[in-house]
């Protein structure tokens, strides 16, 4: 694949070294990438969705990938005291003994689920064509739960984190998942989401912060998973929120107001086009009929 810009310099996408990287990610982490050990799982997720986007799943074993997805799963104890604890791990840093979601979990005084590791966890079952049936459901949806706090945002883990809208857009993805909302509160989850809409018709990490294209991905990623973008914003302000992201094109897209243009921000910001249109199409169809 390669095209020519308007300078006159030939750009070519190198579609087998993407691959390979991708394949060397789900192998063995690049030396720069070793620091993001107790993370592995997300960066798996971020493999096999590149994998997969380019037409090359079928290079990888997908039966040992899910094995190891659900040797990652925190599962409740015989005695489920750990209930408020579950969902996925990142990686096998604990040393926790090797189990693929077939019986209780094992009690570790370290050991708990990460809202971002039980997204990406799910995901990459998901795009693995696994039918999730070695999910524990129940305990997935209880440590979800745990992880609410009153404003409507989520920690990360248990003991408490940062919590913004990364990880309520990591919420509403595991409830869509599992299609069960009982893992959440999504009126207190919404009025989060309301709040943090900025002057500027961005929206931020939270309330009263600076509007940024990745939380407003979330924000508005979020609501349409729960099906009520239409309900959260009328027309006019969705209007306002597409010329924010259009606003935030250059030579590439940016993510906030005089900041550089960023890759990253292409999917943000594209991505958030592209709901907002799909969205406006099905409001526009379900008006005429």
């Not at 969902?87 to 370290?110: A, D, K, M, Q």
């Amino acid at each position: 694949m390669a095209e020519e810009t308007t300078a006159g310099e030939h750009l070519e996408f190198l579609r087998e070294r993407h691959v390979c990287f991708f394949e060397r990610c789900l192998k063995i982490l690049p030396e720069r990438y070793c620091s993001l050990e107790t993370s592995r799982l997300t960066i798996a997720f971020f493999a096999l969705s590149g994998l997969d986007m380019l037409s090359a799943l079928h290079l990888v074993d997908k039966t040992n990938i899910i094995e190891w997805i659900y040797s990652l799963q925190v599962l409740p104890t015989e005695d489920k005291s750990n209930l408020y604890r579950c969902g996925f791990r990142g990686s096998s840093h604990l040393g926790i003994p090797y189990n693929v979601s077939e019986s209780h979990g094992t009690h570790h005084l370290y050991d708990s689920g990460h809202i971002a590791m039980t997204y990406t966890g799910l995901a990459s079952l998901v795009i693995l064509g696994d039918d999730l049936k070695r999910v524990n459901k129940e305990a997935c949806l209880a440590g979800l739960r745990a992880l609410q706090i009153e404003d409507g945002s989520f920690y990360a883990v248990p003991e408490g984190s940062e919590n913004d809208m990364r990880f309520v857009y990591c919420a509403t993805c595991i409830c869509y998942m599992l299609n069960d909302w009982s893992g959440m509160n999504t009126k207190k989850a919404i009025n989060y989401i309301r709040k943090s809409m900025s002057y500027d018709n961005g929206l931020a990490q939270g309330a009263g912060l600076e509007s940024h294209g990745g939380s407003t991905f979330c924000a508005i990623a979020s609501l349409c998973l729960m099906g009520k973008l239409n309900e959260v914003f009328s027309e006019k302000e969705l209007n306002r929120i597409r010329r924010w992201c259009i606003m935030r094109q250059q030579n590439g897209f940016h993510g906030r107001p005089n900041k550089p243009v960023d890759t990253c921000y292409s999917f943000w910001v594209g991505a958030t086009l592209q709901v907002i249109k799909k969205t406006g199409i099905l409001l526009v169809v379900k008006h005429l009929s």
